[in-house]
């Protein structure tokens, strides 16, 4: 099974300080979307991992949450794609779960629902704690340059072997040869 994990915001969509709190502020980053279609034609299973501490902070419930990942589904199956599965952590940062990224629970959940082994499997995302989680298992981390992506790059500090892309699409590109 060809499995790639991607984090939400500041990859799929547009990122925000404030918190995605409904479905009316999730905004795709353009192109990705179509990238997530086309890894599907690949034959890749895609799967979400996110932090999503809005829920734990009060920002959002459970069914608002719900709703914006019905926004994704329906956007993302006007451009033929689909993701197969989104796994979050629903809790505030001070919470200390280990769900919580760059702790690796989220990703080795994934592994174990899907059946297999994550290492060497893409997993993208656009901040240090996406490439640390993706490291702690063993994927490949590749970090792209949308939602905090920039400052991620020139921050440093990130885990070896990563690689860079512009963007999802760009990500999806180099995956896809």
Not at 83 to 100: E, L, T, V, W
Not at 137 to 154: N, S, Y
Request: proline share 5%; net charge positive.
């Amino acid at each position: 099974m060809k499995l790639v994990v991607l984090d939400r915001d500041g990859v799929i969509n547009h990122d925000s300080d404030q918190f995605i709190k409904s479905p009316q502020e999730w905004k795709p980053i353009p192109g990705s979307l179509a990238a997530i279609a086309r890894l599907n034609q690949a034959g890749y299973q895609v799967v979400v991992a996110s932090n999503q501490s809005g829920v734990g902070r009060g920002l959002l419930d459970m069914a608002t949450l719900n709703a914006i990942h019905d926004q994704l589904h329906r956007r993302l199956a006007q451009e033929g794609g689909q993701i197969a599965a989104i796994f979050y952590c629903p809790h505030a940062a001070d919470a200390n779960c280990g769900c919580r990224k760059p702790r690796a629970g989220l990703l080795e959940e994934i592994g174990r629902r899907f059946g297999v082994p994550l290492t060497g499997v893409p997993a993208i995302g656009d901040s240090l704690r996406d490439l640390q989680a993706a490291a702690a298992v063993g994927a490949q981390p590749i970090l792209v340059l949308t939602g905090k992506g920039q400052a991620t790059r020139r921050a440093g500090g990130l885990p070896a072997g990563t690689r860079i892309h512009d963007n999802l699409a760009d990500a999806v590109t180099a995956l896809c040869v």
